[in-house]
DNA sequence: CATATTAACGGAAACGTTTGAGATGCACCA
DNA sequence: TGGTGCATCTCAAACGTTTCCGTTAATATG
């Protein structure tokens, strides 16, 4: 690997200079910065990121802290997309992602904000699913930027995907097809999770729709078995609702082989509404009627936001930003 | 952060003492590394990454290139199950994974491997649908460790999935079944389209089935718009296959919802078979018969034997390791 | 003309490690 | 006793940068 020094060997000036000269700094005359310049690029020259960064504690690297329960990882497809934008508007940006986790280093246990120092991490990402983990907490309370994505901690930026605003527009859909029994299997009891419920209840109230407790049951996100056992237990109720919001789009498929199963059909008989807008959501048929979250935006946004805390410290004020989505009408609600 | 130098300070020692004794060297007394351990432990010592890599030209640090034309990056859940496996293993040997790409680092364009070199990352794995780039050309032909996934470079060790004897079983199992009209929606021009072709032409043979050029038709991967033109194209041929294998789970859902909007059903008109094992797969109602790739068996795979390569370097010798998968027998294909 | 200012560049330390060569002390053997 | 070998430790250079400070020469200022 050609360095600095065989640069300034080759043009016969300092490594200061040629340093100087490649970084742009103003006490190098135009002429031999365009000389060093221009030599560096023929000799193939590119800096050697570890000696750089171990002088100026920057390293151009961002860490993505993802934690996942389930062990579904990178499967799952929220995460899956919001990181893919992430990773290619940070690399717009000269920055490489780093996964952070913790881990064994030297026999000793480190945790994740450890990892992040070890590693030296100009920047953390988290997307979890559970933020209530002490290693979130002491990313949190640490001192590098951090930005965080559907979760909002008091003292840090955050991303969030409006989930209050898609929930009121799938119900207003619903409500303008003239659906008034509405179910809701909510997902597991998470800061989206409550979001969403409000959402939901806000535009209830709204178009003056009764909201039965016992059409709220609690299940789980990305879990198609649950939501089958919920669907079953709504379709075996006394009444039964015209309309089931499913968890997401994922777990709905558990609830459309539910009412498959009860020899009813979607959407003659039950209509469905999912949320994430997913691939596979819009190959069923009928589609499924959801709201799309911008996961291209959400990702972006996190990485354009987490450059600007690391390069300009002076504007660390923390933020919240919402990202809509779109509302995707597909042919899983029935108008009554 | 706390380095080496506090210690040796705080232990009236020479920081080389205390390099040497963390990293087991020989030459120090069992007291004394012993009393440096437990007090760089109490200390909170974590060494430092680019220090040591600037010394060692050793970063732990794993580059993953992994280009996918369609921009779903990490959407693509063959690539996403396998990378994240490669990251478990990877993670539990004590290395970290940076993605690795060509992007402009300096206002100059920087190739893939100019990137690994810039980062120093110890090894690469390749996991790509276009393996005839220069970009991994140039990668492949360097001095980096790499491992290549599904695909085979004669100087560098792959980890490929059984792609022949996955379609041998599943045409094995359609003819079991009775099938003798198949068809089979090849996916793009690849290293694997042509191992999955081999295999369903050899278990022809052996069964005996004749196969139509008419009824080989080349579609693409993971494109449930192209596999469901061509599966339309087949259903209003003058002959109609009884059995349609589609080039992959994903792009069988527009395969389906051909067969489907012909009027007819899986699987008491048409069969179907998809491949790749989707979660999605075996939501659907028939589940797909189909033929699950050992995803976390590849990806772990890879990362075992691309850190085999970096601390190993005399076993250098190229090893191409086949990873077999799993038969899912659903209920997609009619017993005649 | 003397002095202050400025532009352009070099010297050298520093970042935190690793590592080979030397230094020291001690036991051992002839 | 003097050398040899060994165990244990220190010295110091090196990895490739960045950056502060100093130096030089040229130019501007009074």
Not at 244 to 269: E, H, Q, R, T, W
Request: proline share 4%.
């Amino acid at each position: 690997m050609v360095s600095l020094k065989d640069i300034s060997a080759r043009c016969n000036v300092s490594v200061a200079t040629v340093s100087k000269a490649l970084n742009g700094h103003k006490d190098v005359s135009e002429a031999t910065r365009e000389r060093l310049v221009r030599t560096a690029r023929e000799m193939g020259y590119f800096p050697n990121a570890q000696a750089r960064a171990l002088k100026t504690n920057r390293t151009f690297n961002l860490g993505v802290m993802f934690l996942e329960e389930a062990g579904r990882g990178l499967t799952h497809e929220f995460f899956a997309k919001v990181l893919n934008s992430f990773k290619t508007e940070a690399e717009l940006a000269g920055y490489d992602i780093t996964f952070i986790s913790n881990k064994d280093i030297g026999g000793r246990r480190m945790s994740t904000y450890e990892h992040c120092k070890y590693r030296s991490v100009d920047g953390i990402v988290i997307a979890c699913t559970d933020f209530t983990t002490p290693d979130v907490f002491e990313v949190i309370n640490g001192d590098i930027p951090v930005v965080t994505i559907d979760h909002i901690f008091d003292c840090r930026t955050a991303i969030v995907s409006n989930n209050e605003n898609g929930m009121e527009k799938l119900l207003n859909y619903a409500a303008d097809c003239g659906h008034t029994k509405i179910a809701y299997i909510q997902g597991k009891k998470s800061a989206v999770a409550e979001k969403r419920l409000a959402g939901f209840y806000k535009a209830c109230v709204n178009r003056g729709i009764e909201v039965k407790p016992e059409w709220l049951p609690v299940g789980d996100y990305c879990n198609p078995d649950v939501t089958y056992q919920l669907t079953k237990k709504l379709l075996k109720g006394r009444e039964i609702p015209t309309c089931i919001f499913m968890p997401d789009d994922y777990a709905a498929i558990g609830g459309l082989n539910a009412i498959k199963d009860c020899g009813l059909s979607v959407p003659d008989d039950i209509s469905a509404i999912g949320y994430d807008g997913i691939a596979y959501s819009q190959l069923l048929s009928p589609k499924l009627t959801t709201y799309a979250q911008d996961t291209p935006l959400i990702g972006a946004t996190a990485a354009r936001k987490l450059i600007s805390l690391i390069e300009n410290p002076q504007t660390t004020f923390t933020e919240v930003i919402t990202v809509d989505g779109q509302f995707l009408e597909g042919g899983s609600v029935k108008k009554l």
